[in-house]
């Protein structure tokens, strides 16, 4: 396990080079882990220009207040979109593309607990689905070209996304985003983007040796995520009460063994701008204590990278989100 006190004194050494110049996208960061990672990164720069996507500006305020204040000089750049449509992350993504010449860090990490069943999305997506996977694929395709334009001798560019590395489990290999309805359940969805994201992120950390890309799993952490939890309208009083239980004991857990999401922020702050888990063309997927997770304990993962499926992942990918954005997406 990695201290807090170790990536606290490598964040405060990053922190002293007052780096200049660079460019961040945060993705899923108006709440919870995103926005303590956020709150934590904005501080480690001299001058940082940090986009923001997000559904409402108005609400993100009081966040931004606390950003400036917490470093004048950074340039917080809030862009309103709903990421649940590839439409919206392909216009959040033209605007970064219009206004900067590189991206230095992508981090991401939008997500819904799926446990009210499949709920589509006027593009014929599964929501939860396509915020865990296909939006952030979809800024990771787009920003791509940015992130590849780092300074020479500058740290490898990074690409973070926050889910679940480590529990990755057997695909429903001829149903991959689980349109067949007798297929899909909260677990099968949660498993099958969770491998899909380490899959992929590994076809593309192959395909781009000089952009680092990680797969984080947080563990337990005191976010209002389960809290927020409701039954959908008109559901049975069944149905009422199993979210009920889900909520109030999925919270009980987090209060009584998650950690709090300051030190979570400040944890994913190092996995995005720390030295370790550079390039080298793989996937890093790092564990709740901040570690990278060894092979013998990625057997599904190691299994599916030897039958060439972050290729066939990949290239499943991007008919699906050629389909939904109706333009080419490789």
């Not at 709440?31 to 480690?44: E, P």
């Not at 890093?284 to 290729?311: G, L, Q, T």
């Amino acid at each position: 396990m990695t201290k807090l006190s170790t990536l606290r004194a490598a964040n405060a050494a990053l922190k002293s080079e007052q780096r200049r110049g660079v460019v961040a996208v945060f993705v899923g960061a108006t709440s919870g882990i995103g926005l303590h990672t956020l709150q934590t990164t904005v501080t480690l720069f001299a001058d940082p220009t940090i986009y923001v996507v997000g559904r409402s500006e108005a609400r993100f305020a009081t966040h931004r207040a606390k950003l400036e204040k917490l470093n004048s000089d950074a340039r917080i750049v809030f862009i309103q979109a709903d990421v649940s449509l590839l439409a919206d992350a392909d216009k959040a993504c033209d605007s970064i593309v219009a206004a900067e010449t590189k991206v230095d860090y992508l981090y991401m990490s939008p997500g819904l607990i799926p446990l009210n069943g499949p709920q589509r999305t006027m593009e014929s997506l599964d929501i939860c689905f396509t915020l865990s996977y296909y939006a952030r694929i979809r800024f990771v395709q787009r920003l791509t070209p940015l992130l590849r334009r780092h300074a020479p001798g500058s740290p490898h560019p990074r690409v973070l996304s926050v889910l679940a590395a480590g529990q990755e489990a057997r695909l429903v290999e001829d149903d991959l985003g689980l349109d067949d309805q007798k297929n899909w359940s909260a677990r099968t969805v949660i498993g099958h983007t969770v491998t899909l994201t380490s899959l992929a992120l590994e076809h593309l950390a192959r395909q781009h040796r000089d952009i680092s890309f990680l797969h984080a799993h947080p563990g337990l952490v005191r976010t209002d995520i389960f809290s927020r939890l409701e039954a959908p309208p008109g559901s049975s009083l069944l149905w009422r009460l199993v979210v009920f239980f889900v909520k109030k004991g999925a919270t009980a857990l987090m209060w009584l063994r998650g950690i709090t999401p300051e030190e979570s922020g400040e944890r994913h702050a190092w996995h995005l701008t720390g030295p370790e888990f550079g390039g080298g063309g793989r996937l890093h997927p790092i564990n709740e204590h901040s570690d990278e997770i060894a092979p013998s304990a990625m057997k599904v993962f190691e299994d599916y990278k030897r039958d060439e499926w972050p290729e066939k992942v990949w290239e499943y990918t991007v008919r699906v989100i050629e389909k939904a954005v109706g333009t080419d997406a490789a």
